[in-house]
């Protein structure tokens, strides 16, 4: 599974910026994905995880309410809406495919089997 990460910039506080995160290889929908961040010299953390169906969501506290995330089965594509973004959200953000067992979204970095290159998003004050 080849996973390609876009769409991040510099952009200002409070604006908007989506990135998206192309799948290829392998039944894409069949993966539970996630997005994770890592800030310059900081730990990976998690951001947020779809189920494969897309039904099922989950977040981390510090973006709750202002990301989501979605998925296109048809395009392979699995995407991450951020909004209101904050200089604390800068960071090289990360798409990653859970090929299972685990079916519900999670941020259990461990299980994670495929990761992306990574994608900078830039937030100035």
């Known amino acids: 599974v080849q996973l390609q990460a876009s769409g991040g910039g510099l952009v200002q506080a409070g604006v908007s910026l989506r990135l998206s995160c192309a799948a290829s290889?392998?039944?894409?929908?069949?993966?539970?994905m996630g997005w994770f961040r890592q800030a310059p010299g900081k730990e990976l953390e998690f951001v947020a995880a779809?189920?494969?169906?897309?039904?099922?969501?989950y977040f981390a506290d510090s973006v709750k309410g202002r990301f989501t995330i979605s998925r296109d089965n048809a395009k392979n594509t699995v995407y991450l809406q951020m909004n209101s973004l904050k200089p604390e959200d800068t960071a090289a953000y990360y798409c990653?495919?859970?090929?299972?067992?685990?079916?519900?979204?999670?941020?259990?970095?461990?299980?994670?089997?495929?990761w992306g290159q990574g994608t900078e998003v830039t937030v100035s004050s």
């Open positions: 779809i189920s494969w169906s897309g039904v099922s969501t």
């Open positions: 290889g392998r039944t894409f929908d069949s993966y539970v």
């Open positions: 990653a495919a859970d090929m299972g067992p685990i079916q519900a979204p999670h941020g259990d970095r461990y299980e994670y089997d495929y």
